[in-house]
Structures are given as C-alpha cells and as structure tokens.
C-alpha cells in the first residue's frame, strides 16, 4: 500500500471514529440528561437508560481519544471493532429478553441502534484491516 493510499485509508477510519464518537455523546447526553423523555417514549427507565447514557459517554470519550492519536493503534481500532460487535449484539437482543417493557418505538430505537453500532463495527473493522 502506498502512502498516499494510507494516509487516506487512515483519514476515513479518523472521520468514522469519530463519527462513532459524536453518536455514542448524543445518545449518551440523552439517556442521561433526557431520561424522562426516554422513559416516556422508548419505555426504557432511569434504570436502563442512566447507565448506559454513561456508557455512552465513556465510550465517546474513548473513540475520541483512539481517533486522536497522532498514529491510529490497530488493536485500539480493533477494540473498539469488539466493543462495537458486542454493544450491537446486545442492543438487538435486549427488547426481546423480557428484562424492559420497551415502547414500539423503544423496540424500533434499540434495533436501529443496534444496526447503526453494527455498521460502525463493520466500517472500523475494515479500516482495521488497512493498518500495519
């Protein structure tokens, strides 16, 4: 691979970590600080969505440093590929565990959040796989 070609293989796995870490801070910020409203919609209580808002939040903290390092690290990248394969697995599994009285829309958001993590996972594996 080239260098030219690295370095934009590089620049477009930084913008998708960092597009993945701009989601996981909106979603974060609204689980957290907007909880009454996810309540009230998506059936998903403070106790469900408090804490994975300030999961989302420490995860968005994390993107944001592994897209900022001066080098991308390939098994950072690959870290955040398995954090992201496992966040998606359990986002589409959870409505139907029974464990949350979720909403239709609560079921639509998880499944969608759940598909969108996903294809962080599969866009950040691929850059992945570009790194030395």
Not at 34 to 41: E, Q, T
Not at 70 to 81: D, E, K, S, Y
Request: include cysteine; aromatic fraction near 6%.
């Amino acid at each position: 691979m080239t260098t030219t070609t690295r370095s934009a293989s590089e620049a477009r796995l930084r913008s998708v970590l960092r597009q993945d870490a701009a989601a996981c801070a909106a979603f974060g910020l609204l689980m957290t600080a907007g909880f009454a409203l996810v309540d009230r919609l998506l059936g998903l209580g403070p106790a469900w969505s408090v804490p994975l808002g300030v999961y989302l939040l420490g995860c968005a903290a994390a993107l944001a440093l592994v897209a900022g390092y001066p080098a991308l690290v390939r098994g950072q990248v690959i870290g955040v590929v398995a954090n992201n394969a496992a966040a998606a697995a359990a986002l589409a599994a959870l409505p139907f565990t029974g464990l949350v009285d979720l909403t239709v829309l609560g079921t639509i958001v998880l499944l969608g959040g759940a598909a969108l993590v996903a294809l962080f996972a599969v866009l950040e594996g691929t850059g992945a796989k570009r790194l030395a």
